[in-house]
């Protein structure tokens, strides 16, 4: 079993062991930005279908390198307006969006032949002035933007929480998240994920009931030094 194998394995494993606690199924979407295609290619071999990019051009490259392969492509940096059309164009699931003036450029451009765009509402659960996402109070409204989009299908909730050294204050973070999940569940049945956890910290996020884990470091390693 190379490295990479051995990751993958870990990380499934972990991912296993926390979900016995609640047993909900969660999805695991590996952050592959700023590795290279090949990598992307190696983790894919291995079974993993979802992958997630912060950057447009970068995802969009990456994209075009492994045509071959049926992969699922996530955005999960931030989204600016001039961007939409691309990511509307190409990307299956957007989990950062946090603003309404970004619905309708999204549902004006993606694709009638394609289905419709899986959105998440980025929510900056913490209050950092260094993080987008829109407040908790906010979400309700853009929720319902969202969700009289006919291209966009809103699916749920992302956060990235304080990386506070402290794990019960993470996990408290955790908490507040999906109680806001619950509470939007109510005005829309049809939501189903809460994406939220990284490498170091989604077990607890798990614990609290995230349905999907956003993971790079923990199966990649260190990011490539630019």
Known sequence: MNSSEKAFTAVND?????????GGAVRLVAVSKTQPAAAVRALAALGQRAFGENYVQEALAKQAELADLALEWHLIGPLQSNKCREVAAHFDWLQTL?????????????????????????????????????????????????????????RGLMAIPAPLPERERRRAAFARMAGLFEELRRAHPGIDTLSMGMSEDFDLAIAEGATMVRVGSALFGARPVA
């Not at 009289?148 to 809103?154: D, E, K």
């Open 98 to 154: 946090d603003r309404e003036k970004l619905v309708g450029l999204l549902d004006r451009w993606r694709p009638a032949d394609r289905p419709p765009l899986n959105v998440l509402i980025q929510v900056n659960i913490d209050d950092e002035t260094s993080k987008s996402g829109c407040a908790p109070a906010a979400v309700a409204g853009l929720a319902a933007t969202i969700a009289a989009a006919p291209r966009l299908r809103l």
């Open 14 to 22: 972990r991912i296993r062991a926390a979900a016995a606690t609640h």
